[in-house]
């Protein structure tokens, strides 16, 4: 009889453990597959994040090229004195977070000022934030009209932390050619001669690389 006690109390034993081992399999399951979903949408959100087509860039004499991608959120007269050396217009791109992150050059020419400026990671939605946040200046000497000087700073944000340039002083640059990333999205300002003529408006979502912004008369 006391050997019949043991052997039931074994198979209870085993009945338990394997009943326990069931619900601790079917989590383990269900967590790994949770993990795996949660993997395969992170690559699919990384993919996506760092897309980068092949601008179609329009010909044509003297147009100024959107060199980021986003919204049109200011058109003003500004001062720029490191590279434009004055008064001059200002279009400034706000690029979010699913927007694509890589910048083009708006024209031809030569990159004839190159600064980094550290600073903090405001939120950029204000067009203002280059006077806070860490950014960088490129200032091209345009071939068309020649020696015309075009500015395009890139500036980081509150998510953005990395401004990431793929071109430096002196460097050649072709419109539509790449010439950086801005790592989440942030802002992009471009400072045109006040001779240039203005072709966006307020509130226009411009595609790097393609829409045109303005034109030299």
Request: hydrophobic share 45%; aromatic share 8%.
């Amino acid at each position: 009889m006391k050997m019949i006690g043991l052997s039931g109390m074994a198979v209870l034993v085993l009945l338990i453990v394997a009943f326990l081992g069931k619900i601790i399999g079917t989590f383990v399951l269900g967590l790994a597959g949770g993990l795996l979903t949660l993997w395969g949408l992170f690559t699919i959100f990384t993919f996506y994040f760092f897309r980068d087509p092949d601008a179609r860039t329009p010909e044509g004499p003297k147009l100024v090229i959107a060199p980021g991608h986003g919204k049109v959120d200011t058109i003003d007269a500004t001062t720029e004195n490191e590279f434009m050396g004055g008064e001059c217009q200002r279009i400034s791109i706000f690029l979010s977070v699913i927007d694509i992150h890589v910048q083009n050059a708006p024209v031809t020419g030569r990159v004839a000022f190159f600064k980094h400026s550290p600073g903090q990671y405001l939120n950029a939605m204000n067009a203002d934030s280059a006077k806070f946040n860490e950014n960088v200046l490129i200032g091209i000497e345009a071939v068309d009209p020649r020696e015309t000087k075009v500015g395009v700073r890139l500036i980081a944000g509150l998510i953005a932390r990395r401004i990431v340039p793929f071109i430096a002083q002196n460097d050649g640059v072709r419109r539509g050619e790449r010439i950086s990333l801005i790592q989440f999205g942030s802002r992009v300002d471009v400072y045109l001669p006040k001779s240039a003529r203005i072709k966006v408006n307020l509130g226009d979502r411009v595609v790097g690389g393609e829409s045109v912004l303005a034109a030299f008369e």
